[in-house]
Nanobody, 132 residues
């Protein structure tokens, strides 16, 4: 019902910046009832972790590891969420995926970043590599 397509990954030197984008498309009913959109990271050999989430009221939450360096934002008209990644570190190297909770009656609790199974729709992911 909802398709998510990410772009913007790549390779940078430590301290560099990247901007990821994720655009939602699909069933109009679901697209118009997005409760929250988030970014997750999964490094090789590690579990997937929540990075940042933006709620439908515009409020945001970040993982402690990225606070002050990453910024999540959205363009509601374009159904797109962005992740501005500054001062990248080698430990940020991972596959980054966007995800959304969408549909009538859905909601996103304050701890949604720790509840990846609550997200019903996922993008294919984009690789981010920061080298020292």
């Amino acid at each position: 019902q909802v398709q998510l397509v990410e772009s913007g990954g790549g390779s940078v030197q430590s301290g560099g910046s990247l901007r990821l984008s994720c655009t939602a498309s699909g069933a109009t009913f679901s697209i118009n009832h997005i409760s929250c959109m988030a970014w997750f990271q999964q490094a090789q050999g590690k579990e997937r972790e929540g990075v940042a989430v933006i709620y439908n009221d515009g409020s945001t939450t970040y993982a402690d590891s990225v606070k002050g360096r990453f910024t999540i934002s959205q363009n509601n008209a374009k159904k797109t969420v962005y992740l501005e990644m500054d001062n990248l570190k080698p430990e940020d190297t991972a596959m980054y995926s966007c995800a959304t909770v969408a549909g009538w009656g859905t909601s996103c609790p304050s701890n949604i970043l720790q509840r990846d199974r609550d997200f019903g729709y996922w993008g294919q992911g984009t690789q981010v590599t920061a080298s020292s």
